[in-house]
């Protein structure tokens, strides 16, 4: 399995510096990736999701302080590489969709000008060099649109991002990130601001383009329901720390952390059971997070220990891992 | 006559002008084309449909922020699609609003004192001796601590921002709210708390709800019935159960199928897989015939030259579809 890892973030712990002090938001997150493997990291706003992934491309803003840990891809340390490797691993290695398609694709330019910066940029060997033909550059540019079955590339190629609807312009996204060969898919809530039909749309291409393609995802969301259609693991995250990471399925059909539990009983469902209570209390404050458990104020089974440590990750059955107190692992269960 | 709200042959049309150096042309968006329906009392009324399908528009001519361009919105048998200026204020104390998005209907430079006496002071539901009281058992009803009214919106979370929003409608005492889509920006554990407090306040005083969102899992759980909308027209319009267990209309499929979910027991429910394809056509030029023909998987030669009517199939199940004409 070792030679399998693509990607390794290992006790990543990220502050913000703000005026009152530091928040801390990223506590010894641990998260692995593996070639061709599609996970989902799922939590609610503000849980250091997008720190996460940011920290991996190297694009946190600069309040941002990285206290510790590793970020490691292909055997790279990325915290610690210089600005080549940094750039090989921008134009090559990973590649990121956004949030908001609008605000990351250019008013100014034609979506065919940006898709040909982008081919121009990641295939040559240093970043300025302009030996490409405008031919070549045409024929990737329009053989990505049509991978994301965008209608009427060559149309598409000629207009402006403003002249697209909202799914549209995901698409153009997408097919800027896959126009060239990369070997990992970071999507950053791909479809929140876009309607059901056109996200079930959005989705099924991603994961056609991943599987063709053989790439590894990392889809990062809010709604359980697009983590379970799309994911083959999934890592919840609460207040900048994992709490739990299992099969999509095994989580699903039983979840064991206390938070996981309740987000998923939150979670309106078609077969009309009512609505569920939600979770009391509201996420923690950065800069004085509890020192123990982050989610023992919210927490409806804390006992004593969990206001004083931070519950280290269990593995409770083989590949379901959970972090609380409420829980043996196998070896301890074993003794 | 239980209905508290009729609309009958709403429409509501924005005109674009674009004019070159001699001539003048008017095209109209159709955002609201010809619908109709009722609320009774204690109901809640889902409307459920994509961005541009004109959900939005039909929630502010019924509260009277825009005009009607045609049809009739009787309100206690009371007929008020006039120009908003127009309307009394009696019926405008009797109709409130709560908006998706608490962080701009909100006032950022008052505080909630000050938010929540505004419709206080407008309507004079109660003395300036009494304001402070009534404040405090506004807050009390969504469940905020007294501290809070010196707040301002910014100080406090997104969930708590919409109870201030909530608490707002809730002033003048009015029998109908039109909740525009109230939960769309908060997380589902924050969703959870603000839904059951507006099915507990809809309880305590028989208040009828027009709630619109696009999230058909949610009004699962809340409507008694749930209409769809798709450019400006009524698709279908069915009780909740019957809407989800047999939903008719190929766009309500389409839906249903899209709906990411999270169990093995709600996929049993959604056994029809309609995959979607297409997007909604720009409302201002709608293709003729139905609506849905670009996107319709059943499509026939018809389809494509008349628009269907709105048709009763089963009792109280109505669906404006060519496959169920009659």
């Keep these: 399995m070792a030679h399998n890892k693509l990607l390794h973030i290992e006790n990543l712990s990220v502050s913000y510096r703000v005026y009152q002090g530091v928040l801390k938001v990223l506590q010894e997150v641990n998260l692995e990736v593996n070639r061709g493997e599609k996970i989902a990291l799922v939590g609610e706003t503000g849980c250091g999701k997008t720190t996460t992934v940011k920290s991996i491309l190297k694009i946190l803003p600069r309040q941002a302080i990285v206290n510790g840990g590793k970020v490691i891809f292909k055997e790279e340390d990325i915290l610690r590489s210089g600005d080549v490797d940094l750039n090989y691993l921008r134009r090559k290695g990973v590649a990121m969709i956004f949030q908001d398609p609008t605000a990351s694709l250019s008013p100014i330019f034609t979506v065919g000008d940006q898709l040909a910066t982008v081919i121009r940029a990641s295939l040559s060997e240093n970043a300025n060099s302009s030996k490409f033909k405008k031919i070549d550059l045409h024929k990737i540019a329009l053989k990505a649109l049509q991978d994301a079955s965008l209608p009427d590339p060559e149309r598409m190629l000629h207009s402006y991002p403003f002249q697209l609807s909202g799914g549209m312009r995901q698409r153009v996204c997408i097919a800027m990130a896959l126009a060239t060969p990369r070997e990992l898919l970071i999507a950053d809530e791909p479809t929140t601001n876009l309607d059901v039909t056109i996200q079930d749309q959005v989705l099924r291409l991603i994961k056609n383009l991943v599987k063709d393609k053989d790439l590894a995802l990392i889809l990062i969301t809010h709604s359980l329901g697009v983590a379970r259609e799309t994911a083959d693991r999934i890592y919840i995250m609460y207040a900048g720390s994992i709490v739990e990471m299992a099969k999509t399925n095994d989580l699903f059909k039983n979840p064991l952390h206390p938070y996981s539990l309740a987000l998923i009983n939150s979670v309106p469902k078609l077969t009309g059971e009512g609505i569920s209570k939600g979770i009391p209390g509201h996420l923690p404050d950065y800069l004085n997070p509890p020192l123990g458990c982050r989610f023992e104020p919210r927490c409806s089974k804390s006992i004593p220990i969990c206001k004083k440590n931070k519950p280290p990750m269990k593995e409770v059955t083989p590949g379901h891992f959970v972090s609380c107190f409420l829980y043996n692992s196998l070896e301890e269960k074993n003794e | ?326």
Excluded: W
């Design chain 2, 1 to 326: 006559m239980n209905e508290i709200l009729v609309v009958k042959g709403l429409k509501k049309y924005f005109p674009i002008v674009s004019s070159t150096l001699l001539h003048k042309r008017v095209n109209y968006l159709k955002a609201v084309d010809n619908i109709s329906f009722s609320l009774e009392k204690g109901e809640i009324l889902g409307l459920v449909g994509e961005s541009g399908s004109g959900k939005s528009t039909t929630a502010y001519v019924i509260v009277g922020i825009y005009s009607p361009t045609a049809g009739e919105i009787l309100f206690k048998g009371r007929n008020i699609g006039v120009a908003a200026t127009k309307r009394p204020l009696e019926v405008k104390r009797e109709i409130a609003i709560v908006f998706q998005d608490p962080g701009t209907s909100l006032n950022p430079q008052h505080n909630i004192r000050q938010i929540l006496s505004t419709p206080l002071r407008v309507h004079k539901i109660v003395s300036k001796k009494q304001l402070n009281s009534k404040i405090e058992e506004l807050l009390e009803l969504v469940e905020l601590p007294r501290s809070y009214v010196y707040k301002q919106p910014r100080a406090i979370g997104g969930g708590e921002r919409q109870m201030v929003a909530i608490a707002r409608a809730l002033a003048t005492n009015p029998s109908l709210i039109v909740l525009d889509e109230p939960t769309s920006a908060l997380d589902v554990s924050v969703q959870a708390k603000v839904i059951n407090k507006l099915l507990d306040l809809q309880k305590e005083f028989g208040l009828s709800y027009l709630f619109i969102t696009h999230d058909l899992s949610l009004m699962r759980n809340l409507a008694t019935r749930i209409a769809i909308m798709y450019l400006g027209k009524l698709n279908e319009l069915a009780p909740a159960a019957d809407f989800f267990q047999n939903p008719l209309h190929p766009y309500t499929q389409m839906l249903i199928s899209s709906v990411p979910l999270v169990s093995k027991a709600e996929e049993r429910i959604r056994q029809k897989k309609i995959i979607s394809t297409g997007e909604i056509p720009s409302p201002v030029d709608v293709p003729p015939g139905c609506g849905f023909n670009t996107r319709c998987p059943f499509k026939t030669e018809i389809c494509l030259k008349i628009d269907p009517e709105i048709v009763e199939v089963t009792p109280g199940h109505y669906v404006r579809c060519h496959l169920y004409q009659r």
